[in-house]
């Protein structure tokens, strides 16, 4: 009996840990890894020596504030993945994609190359950002998004400021998209499988043509 007990809590916390949750995707896609409410400490750093260096020697672009005053998104300044300036989400006007993820959830690390794949074609005009939430290993998700690639910039909430706003995560990955028009809606929650994918994703939302 024991060992039974045993054996069903392992394959329970393996599903979580590779991003096996219960939440229903808006388009499609594979649902994401349940999180908390919020983290009881926001005491995390998201810039250590080795972060530092590693996002130096990658080819992830630097954080810039945007030019708003109030795009649409919460006033909530984050700092940057890695090092770098931080921003307040005010500042950022649409159209917009933002990306929270986790260096630890499956899905979240299958979906940075389309998300990076759309950047590269379509970021002149939708930009993209990733946001590493409620995430006490920022170490972890800023090397996982270095190895697939990810040039886009990255930002940190590990205490969990977005939750309860427009930006509220309760499974990663949630993709979410700003209009330029400042409306905040939910793109995808859960992983999404290629760029043509996010592309049909934002046009839809968004009313547009790319």
Do not use: H, W
Not at 60 to 65: D, L, N
Not at 96 to 124: H, R, W
């Amino acid at each position: 009996m024991v060992r039974r007990r045993g054996a069903a809590v392992a394959a329970v916390l393996l599903a979580v840990l590779a991003g096996c949750g219960t939440e229903p995707s808006a388009g499609g896609g594979q649902s994401g890894a349940p999180l908390a409410d919020k983290p009881s400490s926001s005491k995390v750093n998201v810039a250590t020596a080795e972060m530092v260096a590693a996002k130096k020697a990658s080819k992830v672009e630097a954080c810039q504030p945007g030019s708003a005053s109030d795009g649409g998104l919460p006033s909530i300044e984050l700092p940057c993945l890695g090092g770098g300036e931080a921003a307040d989400l005010a500042s950022f006007e649409g159209p917009l994609v933002i990306n929270l993820f986790q260096g630890f959830c499956a899905p979240c690390k299958e979906e940075m190359p389309a998300l990076q794949s759309f950047y590269e074609t379509y970021g002149d005009q939708v930009p993209v950002i990733g946001i590493d939430v409620m995430d006490t290993v920022p170490g972890v998700a800023l090397e996982e998004a270095i190895s697939r690639g990810v040039t886009f910039p990255m930002y940190a909430d590990p205490g969990g400021e977005l939750q309860g706003g427009p930006l509220t995560a309760r499974a990663v990955p949630a993709t979410y998209v700003l209009s330029s028009s400042g409306k905040v809606e939910l793109l995808q929650m859960g992983g999404m499988k290629s760029a043509a994918q996010v592309k049909e994703l934002v046009e839809k939302k968004l009313g547009i043509t790319l």
